[in-house]
């Protein structure tokens, strides 16, 4: 089956960075979207890899190894606003999107 | 309007009724997406369209139907309600199917009772 793993919480100071880890095991690969969720929000688009990798983007960084099925998010210099589910999603062999159940992170002043 | 709509916001339904929820895109996107989201189990793919006349089944597809008539409008239909449809419903859309970035809709919450 496919699957996408990732924490279900974490909790981080204000200023401080944190990384959210992705493992997923899906029927082929064509990408690995992260997405950032306020509460009772609709998703927002935050990274998209397909090669192995770091991207960088401002305050956070997204990171895929293909050969370990691995993702990460990272945020740095972490704020309030931060304080959201992140959710990691994998496009399939069928270009679909498999999601995980998201990461809420909690920032703490 | 500039995005993705959707509607209602929310809706309280008797089980057995049947419902519509409304999904207009202006971004002339080709690929549109039916989620639900329920707590601890992330959004799952209800039914999708690859482009407008053509739709697919997702993960979750049994009791839920679409129609693609046009490029803008994907509307979901619940035949027959049941209390295991209570859930966020989303809607998304993105360029082309699987490796765009999707843009979602602000959801309908949805409560069958």
């Known amino acids: 089956g496919q699957n996408i793993d990732q924490p279900t919480e974490m909790t981080a100071t204000e200023g401080a960075i944190v990384q959210i880890n992705c493992t997923y095991q899906t029927s082929g690969f064509n990408g690995l979207f992260w997405y950032q969720q306020h509460a009772g929000e609709a998703p927002t688009f935050l990274s998209y890899?397909?090669l192995d990798g770091l991207e960088e983007k401002g305050r956070f960084s997204s990171f895929l190894s293909r050969s370990k099925g691995y993702s990460y998010l990272l945020l740095k210099e972490l704020q309030m606003k931060d304080s959201a589910s992140y959710l990691c999603a994998v496009t399939d062999s069928n270009y679909q999107l498999i999601w995980g159940a998201g990461t809420k992170l909690i920032i703490k002043p | 309007i500039a995005g993705i709509t959707q509607a209602p916001t929310s809706q309280i339904l008797a089980a057995g009724r049947r419902m519509t929820l409304r999904c207009t895109q202006d971004?002339?996107?080709?690929?549109m997406y039916w989620y639900r989201q329920d707590l601890g189990l992330g959004l799952r793919l209800i039914h999708y369209s690859n482009t407008a006349g053509t739709t697919g089944k997702g993960e979750v597809p049994d009791g839920y139907s679409v129609s693609r008539a046009n490029t803008d409008d994907f509307p979901l239909t619940l035949a027959s309600a049941v209390p295991s449809q209570t859930s966020v419903y989303f809607c998304?859309?993105?360029?082309?199917?699987?490796?765009?970035?999707?843009?979602f809709g602000p959801g309908t919450r949805l409560t069958v009772l």
């Open positions: 998304a859309s993105s360029r082309a199917l699987g490796v765009n970035e999707q843009f």
């Open positions: 971004m002339r996107h080709n690929a």
């Open positions: 890899n397909v």
